[in-house]
């Protein structure tokens, strides 16, 4: 626990924060009475003493309902504690700025008049602005600290599942490698069958959690060759969507810095455009270096994507058809973005969408080793 944090639970044990603003306001308050008082028995106007005794009577009073704000709060009492050390702080440091201008003024030999007021002023002004930057720190640091533990609430949910849903699959896979050698060919073809799911929900494991170490901030990119991972969304949306026509031109390589969190924008692209046009789609997918980038290219023959809407398509929540609620485009873009990457979306040569996605190359020969079921 840091040192501020420690005498804020030690000073709320004392004593309630609120108690110790309540009691600046008041007593700033009776202070402001008393300048009143005397101005008011020693100028010749009352009017000027009254707008004056107005000011600071009244900021005075909004101090004072700071610290019922603070009796009122949910918030816990060294948190109140905190907010009044930056009200009592901001009050000390505003009186002690203005009263070293009236020293210096009085060290120059002017005549310095009325120097009270001036003083209540900035003290009630720097107590209020102390309270507001209080509450405003407690409020990041509550908010810092929450996104903390939701993301390590997060990572340790995912690795948890990520690790019994493997082991399941482990035991899924040893009875049906099981099935595979038995005399019946109906059973063994089940048992391949089988083998061959389990071998796909690995590989979606490991995708997914190469997609959750992106977003958390904790992946960590390498050379990797996007021609594998294009090859299998296309197979892969080949065997969902038979009818589709499917036309790529890559080259032998095409090396971007990443993680295999990529997979699945082409396999989100692939299905997308399937899903907004049909499934006698035709999809073509083009791939090339440009300087140090690399492009991928993924176009359809559909009805494309209006104009006004290819700002926002990548929104969460925005569909042009009500699809999937906008929730697949969104995974791209939030993916490419934590990945330094980008995608946007114009019309293409089939006249329909164009999506265009842009990634940093890389140096270095490509691995895209795929962690094991338990790496």
Not at 11 to 16: C, D, S
Not at 192 to 197: E, I, P, R, Y
Not at 241 to 264: H, M, R, S
Not at 322 to 330: A, F, I, V
Request: hydrophobic share 45%.
């Amino acid at each position: 626990m840091s040192r501020p944090r420690a005498l804020s639970h030690r000073l709320a044990t004392i004593v309630p924060g609120e108690s110790a603003v309540i009691t600046l306001g008041l007593g700033l308050t009776a202070i402001s009475l008393w300048n009143f008082w005397m101005e008011v028995n020693t100028l010749s106007s009352f009017l000027g003493p009254f707008f004056a005794g107005i000011a600071n009577v009244g900021l005075s009073l909004v101090l004072v309902g700071v610290g019922v704000w603070l009796a009122r709060s949910p918030l816990p009492d060294h948190r109140r504690w905190t907010i009044a050390g930056w009200c009592l702080l901001g009050a000390l440091v505003a009186v002690s700025a203005e009263a070293f201008t009236v020293a210096v003024r009085v060290f120059e030999g002017r005549t310095v008049t009325e120097p009270q007021f001036s003083v209540i002023v900035m003290s009630n002004l720097g107590g209020i602005f102390g309270a507001l930057v209080g509450n405003y720190a407690e409020t990041a640091r509550e908010e810092g600290a929450r996104a903390t533990q939701s993301k390590d609430a997060m990572a340790f949910t995912n690795g948890l599942l990520r690790h019994d849903v493997l082991n399941g699959l482990q035991i899924m896979r040893g009875h049906a490698e099981l099935l595979e050698e038995h005399d019946d060919d109906r059973v063994a073809e089940s048992g391949v069958a089988l083998v061959g799911q389990v071998a796909s929900l690995e590989a979606l494991i490991n995708e997914v959690r190469a997609v959750s170490d992106v977003l958390l901030d904790e992946a960590e990119s390498e050379p990797m060759d996007l021609v594998p991972l294009i090859d299998d969304a296309v197979s892969n949306a080949q065997d969902s969507f038979p009818a589709a026509t499917f036309e790529t031109d890559l080259p032998e390589t095409l090396v971007a810095d990443g993680t295999l969190a990529l997979k699945p924008v082409f396999t989100n692209l692939l299905n997308n455009a399937i899903q907004h046009t049909g499934s006698d789609v035709t999809v073509r997918i083009a791939g090339h270096d440009a300087d140090d980038t690399v492009r991928v290219v993924v176009e359809d023959d559909g009805p494309g994507v209006p104009p006004e809407e290819r700002e926002r398509i990548f929104e969460r929540g925005v569909t042009t058809d009500g699809g999937d609620g906008g929730l697949g485009l969104h995974i791209v873009a939030t993916i490419l973005e934590r990945s330094d990457g980008s995608i946007r979306v114009t019309e293409g040569d089939l006249d329909g969408a164009r999506f265009e996605v842009t990634l940093p190359a890389a140096n270095g020969e490509p691995t895209n080793e795929k962690t094991g079921p338990f790496g």
